[in-house]
């Protein structure tokens, strides 16, 4: 490489010094509108693709039903939450859902080692609610300024067109946070066996609001009925030799034959503060929420009993977006949801049209037809409701224009108070603690092909990115990073001298409190280990 390293700019021509965290206030608070920075990055990797989806392009689906008990755990729903779709027993909410891989295109393969996206879009009476998600519970980053380097080095090489091993984990070695994720992705539960035995997860964290104006942070998991099934590397590449489509196969089949496949959704909840006393922090979507901290609480059933009639009609044109809520759940400052809520909806505009949400598999139902003053946009399929006179679009109006919802009788205020900046995350301890702990709990077989799996992926690396994988690997349990070094014929006493990461806490130890990315200690202070 060139000593002369050329500077990334924006692309009017700004010099970038942090492309590492979005703006935000305080380090735990919300990101601001004005990150142009980010805006102009995510908004043009939003539209490098036409027309199949940059991520998440190769999926099915299937439309269904959400019943709701009416109860969280033992406790009434009502208590968290005022969303009726939700509290109200028994009443069964229409839903879309659709599965997905993320890196490959259209038309590769479902035995790719990949998580599976697990979008669900409900049909609610108070509107749409759209949870995105995948099937592992935690995800590489936790800043969504991140989001395109990330799926840029997953990607093929720009060059050569082929995903390559070093692109993947030059990426990885930078960003400890990605660990667990890493153990779980190259373990066989980075190949379900087909949809309807995987689970679902929101990962990002939300929040539930009641009747009171009060909140809770919430994550949304689905648990499989028929239980969790995953393929080795080696039953993977048996099925892929004669089906690349075999999970699309599978779920249509059984629903064609009226095996409906069923998830139980359960949440687990959390005050909404900023608990000090655990080791992650609840937003950072690289960590789980320990179960037996915060157990699953059943809230309702999923069922999935209807094939689509057309897979472009629906299937393709379907469009989610984590933005999509309804009154009673809320977002999170969690910084990967607030990235994703711009993105996500800004790549729908993008790849289906200014009007994808009159397309009918994306409309809501009728009970909560749409009514806007939004009108003309390329391919508009109606004209929204309007108010009594047609003549009027928009708002306020003495003229019989449509008028503003009734307000909530106690509404959800948090406290958002702090230095705008660029932040990173103070409490890193557990980047590595839940990788270890995740390896450990595999069971051997498990433990065998996730090791055999990297083993391969380090023999494509160059020794630099080998040596500091391995030196993370046995910094989140010796064991993990001893057989990979071995299996690999790497030097693991080489490998574990390697320093710290430049700018970086050592492996399981927090910074010493809010610090902006380049060091410094929010008040001024600059912190002990801006150094090491």
């Known amino acids: ?72 755990g033992d406790e009434p729903a009502s208590r968290y939450t005022r969303a009726k779709v939700l509290t109200q027993a028994g009443v069964r909410t229409p839903v879309f859902l659709r599965f997905s891989t993320v890196i490959g295109g259209k038309e590769s393969p479902e035995t790719a080692r990949d998580p599976r996206g697990f979008a669900i879009k409900f049909k609610t009476v108070d509107g749409n609610w759209d949870l995105v998600g995948n099937n592992l519970k935690v995800f590489f980053i936790r800043d969504a300024i991140k989001f395109p380097d990330m799926i840029h080095a997953f990607k093929p090489d720009p060059v050569s067109n082929r995903q390559e091993a070093w692109r993947f984990y030059d990426f990885v070695m930078h960003h400890p946070e990605s660990l667990h994720m890493v153990t779980w992705v190259k373990s066989p539960w980075g ?58 196969r599978d779920l249509y089949d059984a629903i064609d034959r009226g095996d409906f496949p069923e998830w139980e959704m359960c949440v687990q909840i959390m005050s909404d503060d900023d608990h000090p006393e655990l080791d992650f922090d609840p937003l950072d979507d690289t960590k789980r929420w320990p179960e037996d901290q915060f157990p699953l609480l059943p809230v309702g059933r999923l069922v999935l009993d209807k094939n689509p009639n057309n897979v472009f ?143 391969d992926d380090m023999k494509q690396c160059p020794e630099p990115i080998a040596l500091r ?30 320093p710290p990461l430049e700018g970086k806490p050592a492996p399981g130890r927090n910074r010493e409190g809010a610090t902006y990315t380049d060091g410094e200690r929010e008040g001024g202070a600059r912190r002990a280990d801006a150094a090491e």
């Open 191 to 248: 190949i379900p066996a087909n949809y309807r035995h995987m689970q679902g997860s929101s990962v990002n964290t939300y929040k539930l609001v009641n009747d009171q104006g009060q909140a809770v942070l919430v994550k949304f998991s689905f648990e499989p009925r028929l239980g969790v099934k995953n393929l080795t590397s080696a039953q993977a590449a048996e099925i892929q030799a004669r089906d690349v489509g075999h999970a699309t």
């Open 1 to 72: 490489m060139s000593d002369t390293r050329k500077t990334l700019t924006t692309r009017q021509g700004r010099p970038v010094s942090d492309n590492q965290s979005l703006r935000s206030v305080g380090e735990r608070g919300p990101a601001t509108l004005e990150n142009y920075q980010f805006i102009e990055k995510i908004t043009h990797f939003d539209r490098e693709r036409i027309p199949e989806r940059v991520v998440h392009a190769r999926g099915t689906a299937a439309h269904g039903y959400f019943e709701a008990y009416g109860k969280i």
């Open 469 to 498: 994988m391995i030196w993370h690997f046995w910094h989140c349990d010796p064991d993990y990073g001893r057989r990979v070094a071995e299996g690999a014929g790497i030097d693991l006493e080489k490998a574990k001298a390697l």
């Open 313 to 455: 009609a629906e299937t393709e044109q379907s469009a989610f977006g984590t933005g999509v809520l309804v009154d009673g759940i809320d977002f999170s400052d969690d910084k990967m949801l607030q990235g994703r809520t711009l993105s996500y909806s800004d790549t729908q505009r993008y790849r289906v049209g200014p009007n994808y949400l009159q397309l009918p598999v994306n409309a809501p139902q009728e009970r909560a037809r749409a009514a806007t003053n939004q009108r003309d946009g390329q391919m508009t399929y109606h004209v929204d409701g309007a108010g009594e006179n047609p003549h009027v679009n928009y708002e306020p109006s003495a003229m019989g224009g449509l008028g503003e919802a009734p307000k909530p009788a106690k509404d959800y205020h948090p406290w958002v108070e702090g230095h705008l900046g660029r932040f990173q995350t103070t409490r890193t301890a557990d980047d590595y603690r839940q990788a270890g702990e995740r390896y450990r709990t595999f069971e051997d077989w498990e433990r065998d092909d996730l090791i055999a799996n990297l083993v």
